[in-house]
């Protein structure tokens, strides 16, 4: 275990043990009501520097191990505040081998935690908090992000809705948990037009086996009919659905955790 990961776990598990998150495979994970909150601390290959990414999502989404671990969706931790250097938005500096600069890291990392993250989670503990709370952190960073470009001299060429990202699936499930159809309709809208625009590239690709188009074709036909059903309010298929989701997710968290 290097130093930084040392004084990072035992900072981090201070912080976040006493509000009842586990460390599980370098992953702090929390199930609350009918969410699941995660955290990594995660140094990247240079090993110079390190982020932390977390996600926020529930348990009707259908969860999976790899979910839990491999932190889906993730946001990242240093978006909280905007910085000079457009890569600074994402990650902390450090050398590894001074222990003040470590240590100064980590104090980073423990401020953003209890100053930002810990409050958010604890906002955003349920579907029905955590939907309004994810898509305002996520106008959040994206504010932030274009302060950050505009300090460096930079231009923003992303589009108008780059703050709300439809095809984040934890606010489609999310949603669907609350009986938002509205904004239902429009993840899964976009993640329809994502997969048409996909498919009609891949159809010109000869090296393509067969197969790979007919998947395309049949997770077409599902997002197609899944929206007609949003649009109908089909609300026993969906109640059926999230409950199905649900018991699968508690049971794969029990046990992982």
């Keep these: 275990m290097t130093y930084f990961t040392k004084n990072c776990t035992r900072c981090c598990d201070l912080e976040l043990k006493e509000y009842g998150f586990k460390r599980k495979k370098g992953v702090y994970v929390r199930v609350v009501n009918d969410v699941v909150q995660c955290l990594e601390i995660e140094k990247?290959?240079?090993?110079?520097?390190?982020?932390?990414?977390?996600?926020?999502?529930?348990?009707?989404?259908?969860?999976?191990?790899?979910?839990?671990?491999?932190?889906?969706?993730?946001r990242e931790l240093r978006q909280f505040e905007t910085a000079l250097g457009p890569q600074m938005l994402h990650s902390w500096e450090l050398d590894p081998k001074s222990e003040e600069s470590v240590k100064d890291c980590v104090a980073e990392i423990v401020r953003h935690i209890r100053s930002y993250?810990?409050?958010?989670?604890?906002?955003?503990?349920?579907?029905?908090?955590?939907?309004?709370?994810?898509?305002?952190?996520?106008?959040?960073?994206?504010?932030?992000?274009?302060?950050?470009?505009?300090?460096?001299?930079?231009?923003?060429f992303s589009t108008p809705d780059a703050g709300l990202n439809l095809l984040d699936r934890a606010k489609y499930y999310m949603a669907l948990k609350n009986g938002?159809?509205?904004?239902?309709?429009?993840?899964?809208?976009?993640?329809?037009?994502?997969?048409?625009?996909?498919?009609?590239?891949?159809?010109?690709?000869?090296?393509?086996?067969?197969?790979?188009?007919?998947?395309?074709?049949?997770?077409?036909?599902?997002?197609?009919?899944?929206?007609?059903?949003?649009?109908?309010?089909?609300?026993?298929?969906?109640?059926?659905?999230?409950?199905?989701?649900?018991?699968?997710?508690?049971?794969?968290?029990?046990?992982?955790?």
Aim: aromatic share 10%; glycine share 4%.
């Design 117 to 156: 993250l810990i409050p958010f989670f604890e906002r955003a503990n349920c579907c029905e908090t955590g939907l309004a709370e994810i898509v305002a952190v996520d106008k959040l960073f994206n504010e932030n992000r274009i302060s950050c470009l505009q300090m460096n001299g930079m231009e923003d």
């Design 44 to 74: 990247l290959r240079s090993g110079r520097e390190c982020r932390g990414m977390f996600s926020v999502l529930p348990l009707c989404m259908r969860l999976s191990e790899e979910y839990i671990f491999g932190v889906v969706y993730p």
């Design 180 to 257: 938002d159809y509205a904004l239902a309709f429009e993840c899964q809208s976009a993640l329809l037009n994502q997969n048409l625009i996909a498919h009609e590239k891949r159809r010109h690709y000869d090296f393509l086996p067969a197969e790979t188009l007919e998947r395309d074709r049949l997770e077409i036909q599902r997002l197609q009919a899944e929206l007609k059903r949003i649009e109908a309010r089909d609300t026993e298929y969906f109640q059926r659905m999230i409950d199905e989701n649900e018991a699968y997710s508690r049971e794969t968290l029990q046990k992982i955790l």
